[in-house]
């Protein structure tokens, strides 16, 4: 498969950290109706869903010509395809003759270089163009063929991800993410394999999600396992809001450094097995020197990375603990670690403002030479030569881990809650200024 970034380590950059100015705010409430009203989700498809990138599928899944995937947002239905000269294109889903979807299913493999609709037929090359349709002669109005060609959609592959955008006028995917398009290129996100990908079939609205992980003010409330490994006091924490309307967060992991707050033994338990990969005896942080385990961790990924099969080259030091956690407008959040991540996105639901459909997808990348290791990102084993199969369902029926699972059960009943003649608009903290900068910048897309 061509690779559009060039991976190589000495090509990439360090992340540039330096810290932002705070943007100006307008303040404006967020009323609870932007969470259920058809009228505010039918504008958001027009001005937000259908003029924004987003992520189709993983690149991996389009290796050959002929592989395709499917990507549903809202109404909307999108294939993406390998064509005969390698590129990969997108188009609507959907037949040009009567409207049948081309096809159903998460991916498939078109062998005979056409997609054909399994209703009558009509037959088009991998590059759109309606080729063959059975009694051609039979159109007295003309034939269809190199006429009635499949709508494209602009198209990406980058990070090993497709990227779609319904705007036919729509900016490039690298002017859209501005400066942290560079950032995420640190990370060899081609060479990542998708080892759980998982859709909650939620009830609630999409903007619970990226709310949600706009802010780690919940975080002890929510995850109060996380209080042993990761300072989530915002104190502790790097803010930085980009004019394209994304953002990101630093949050120190691997440890509480600047105080103890959960017990000893209790962060020492929970990180043992990752401490024991890097070759560091969990005892030796025994005594008040949990402190030390973040600095003793990146020394020994430094160190130990290539024997390892590791290159963390392109990563500074805080990469090799911290959470580098990223907000893209207006749907995606994921948490970059140097040995895999975490992809989390809502999609519109096609007709009901109060459901939609929550992904996530843990990029695992394996050291060199290895098939099989243990992901202390995920905790448990994982395995490259196993393709992860989507599994889809309502909260309780699959599980997106145990930790952003508790994220789940917290939308399932904030739905409910914003429809009480009790609440009537947001009270921010500083801290959550960019769930305030996520509507800031929806409102400006929407009053476009
Ligand atoms: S709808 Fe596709 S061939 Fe008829
Ligand atoms: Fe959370």
Redesign the pocket.
């Known amino acids: 498969m061509a690779s559009v970034i060039d991976s190589s380590p000495k090509s990439r950059k360090l992340a540039d950290t330096k810290k932002l100015r705070e943007p100006e705010f307008l303040n404006t409430p967020i009323t609870p109706d932007r969470y259920y009203s058809k009228e505010w989700a039918d504008r958001e498809w027009d001005k937000i869903w259908t003029k924004t990138w987003q992520i189709a599928g993983v690149a991996a899944q389009l290796q050959k010509t002929g592989d395709w995937l499917r990507a549903d947002f809202g109404t909307e239905s999108i294939v993406c395809i390998r064509g005969a000269d390698d590129e990969v294109r997108a188009f609507y889903n959907v ?1 040009q ?4 979807p081309l096809v159903t299913g998460d991916e498939g493999h078109s062998d005979n270089k056409r997609l054909t ?1 399994p ?4 037959a088009y090359e991998l590059a759109g163009k309606l080729k063959t349709v059975p009694d051609e002669a039979d159109f007295i109005q003309g034939s269809p063929c190199g006429k009635m060609n499949l709508k494209p959609v602009q198209c990406t592959v980058w990070a090993g991800f497709v990227w779609i955008n319904m705007d036919e006028n729509a900016v490039s995917l690298r002017e859209y993410l501005g400066p942290i398009a560079e950032q995420i290129e640190t990370y060899p996100m081609e060479r990542m394999v998708r080892t759980h990908w998982v859709t909650i079939e939620g009830d609630f609205n999409w903007k619970l999600v990226q709310d949600n992980f706009n802010e780690s003010y919940h975080v002890p409330f929510v995850h109060p396992q996380t209080k042993f490994v990761m300072e989530y006091s915002h104190n502790y924490c790097q803010f930085d809001l980009y004019p394209e309307g994304h953002a990101r967060m630093f949050m120190p992991g691997a440890g509480p450094t600047k105080m103890l707050r959960g017990g000893e033994s209790e962060t020492l338990e929970m990180m043992a097995e990752e401490l024991e990969f890097w070759d560091l005896d969990p005892d030796q942080f025994r005594g008040g020197k949990t402190g030390e385990i973040r600095a003793a961790l990146q020394k020994a990924k430094r160190e130990q990375g290539a024997e390892k099969g590791y290159d963390f080259s392109s990563y500074s030091d805080d990469q090799l603990t911290d959470h580098w956690h990223y907000t893209i407008f207006p749907n995606l959040s994921f948490s970059l670690k140097p040995d895999g991540n975490i992809w989390l996105r809502a999609r519109p639901h096609e007709s009901d403002p109060e459901k939609c459909y929550f992904d996530m997808w843990y990029m695992t990348l394996f050291p060199e030479g290895q098939d099989r290791y243990y992901s202390y990102s995920m905790s448990e084993w994982v395995d490259t030569s196993v393709v992860a199969p989507h599994e889809q369902g309502k909260y309780g029926e699959v599980t997106t881990g145990p930790g952003i699972d508790q994220d789940v059960e917290v939308w399932e009943h904030q739905q409910r809650g914003l429809h009480s003649r009790g609440y009537e608009r947001d009270y921010l903290a500083w801290q959550e200024r960019r769930v305030r900068y996520f509507h800031e910048n929806l409102e400006k897309w929407m009053a476009d």
């Open positions: 037949c003759h009567r409207g049948m609709c209703y009558h037929g009509w």
